[in-house]
């Protein structure tokens, strides 16, 4: 089987990869690569695997859709996994938690951490006509909290894997910690945001939300319309990551990360082998 052009990439090879990958993610092994039969070859190809995808780890225990994840919205994100532009995964209410989580390591899987500032979506933004605007998705917002994401390396070298792929992946997404929602904080202000994250209280770095992509808003900006071309619209209720402003770190059993935002609180997790 080959692919000579993007239009052949249909919905059954989407279907065939999304197995591939959903099936790798529930036994907790690692993966290697998708064969080049199935694999998606544009980041385009990669976002219909990830839908495709969704709906199967849906019903296979991850419940119901719960939002989207934002990745490389900062310079340091974009160097340390070599992306040009942000990426969108999905996230899953099973794997949302409010304050504080303990989570379990479970080699051969590594998991890390990420540095997140975080909003709750009050109106569906479904497209369909002129792109969003900033102000736009802010008049959208009806929470904002800051938030740690877990990320996970399920790869046996991830670095060898395309881009694509990763996105087909949700894009190394695990579970994500929320802290309290401020429902009347201006979104606007979230540029303005400091925040820092330590791990054992150690601190391993701290940026501020104008990091991300100039402002948090245009980092929501980029996701809504993303997603009203892929037509998977970005809808009430959902929970947004804007993105991280420290680099991600890895963690082990024993492990006790907390971010702090000097605007929105903490928020923290800890790590154990049980």
Same mark, same amino acid.
């Given at each position: 089987?080959?692919?000579?052009?993007?239009?052949?990439?249909?919905?059954?090879?989407?279907?065939?990869?999304?197995?591939?990958?959903?099936?790798?993610?529930?036994?907790?092994?690692?993966?290697?690569?998708?064969?080049?039969?199935?694999?998606?070859?544009?980041?385009?190809?990669?976002?219909?695997?990830?839908?495709?995808?969704?709906?199967?780890?849906?019903?296979?225990?991850?419940?119901?859709?719960?939002?989207?994840?934002?990745?490389?919205?900062?310079?340091?994100?974009?160097?340390?996994?070599?992306?040009?532009?942000?990426?969108?995964?999905?996230?899953?209410?099973?794997?949302?938690?409010?304050?504080?989580?303990?989570?379990?390591?479970?080699?051969?899987?590594?998991?890390?951490?990420?540095?997140?500032?975080?909003?709750? +979506?009050?109106?569906?933004?479904?497209?369909? &006509?002129? #792109?969003?605007?900033? @102000? $736009?998705?802010?008049?959208?917002? *009806?929470? /904002?909290?800051?938030?740690?994401?877990?990320?996970?390396?399920?790869?046996?070298?991830?670095?060898?894997?395309?881009?694509?792929?990763?996105?087909?992946?949700?894009?190394?997404?695990?579970?994500?910690?929320?802290?309290?929602?401020?429902?009347?904080?201006?979104?606007?202000?979230?540029?303005?945001?400091?925040?820092?994250?330590?791990?054992?209280?150690?601190?391993?770095?701290?940026?501020?939300?104008?990091?991300?992509?100039?402002?948090?808003?245009?980092?929501?900006?980029? +996701?809504?319309?993303?997603?009203?071309?892929? &037509?998977? #619209?970005?809808?009430? @209720? $959902?929970?947004?990551?804007?993105? *991280?402003? /420290?680099?991600?770190?890895?963690?082990?059993?024993?492990?006790?990360?907390?971010?702090?935002?000097?605007?929105?609180?903490?928020?923290?997790?800890?790590?154990?082998?049980?």
């Amino acid at each position: 089987m080959t692919m000579e052009s993007h239009e052949e990439y249909s919905e059954k090879l989407a279907l065939l990869a999304a197995e591939l990958l959903v099936a790798s993610r529930l036994a907790g092994r690692q993966f290697s690569s998708l064969p080049v039969q199935v694999r998606p070859r544009t980041v385009e190809d990669g976002y219909l695997v990830q839908r495709v995808a969704r709906d199967v780890l849906s019903h296979s225990g991850f419940g119901r859709h719960g939002g989207w994840k934002i990745g490389c919205t900062t310079s340091v994100m974009q160097e340390f996994l070599g992306v040009e532009s942000p990426v969108s995964g999905a996230m899953f209410r099973h794997s949302m938690w409010h304050g504080q989580h303990r989570f379990a390591v479970a080699p051969p899987c590594v998991l890390g951490v990420e540095c997140e500032i975080a909003v709750r +979506l009050g109106d569906d933004l479904p497209g369909g &006509g002129q #792109p969003y605007s900033t @102000g $736009d998705v802010a008049d959208a917002v *009806s929470a /904002v909290m800051a938030a740690i994401e877990v990320v996970q390396d399920r790869y046996i070298d991830y670095r060898a894997l395309d881009i694509p792929t990763l996105v087909a992946d949700d894009f190394f997404h695990y579970g994500c910690v929320l802290g309290v929602e401020d429902e009347s904080r201006d979104p606007h202000e979230l540029g303005d945001a400091t925040a820092s994250m330590s791990i054992n209280g150690v601190d391993v770095g701290h940026g501020r939300g104008s990091d991300i992509l100039g402002h948090p808003l245009v980092a929501l900006a980029w +996701l809504v319309n993303n997603c009203a071309v892929l &037509g998977t #619209p970005v809808l009430a @209720g $959902d929970i947004v990551l804007l993105g *991280s402003v /420290v680099q991600t770190q890895w963690v082990d059993s024993g492990d006790v990360v907390v971010v702090h935002n000097d605007m929105l609180g903490d928020v923290s997790a800890s790590f154990s082998t049980r």
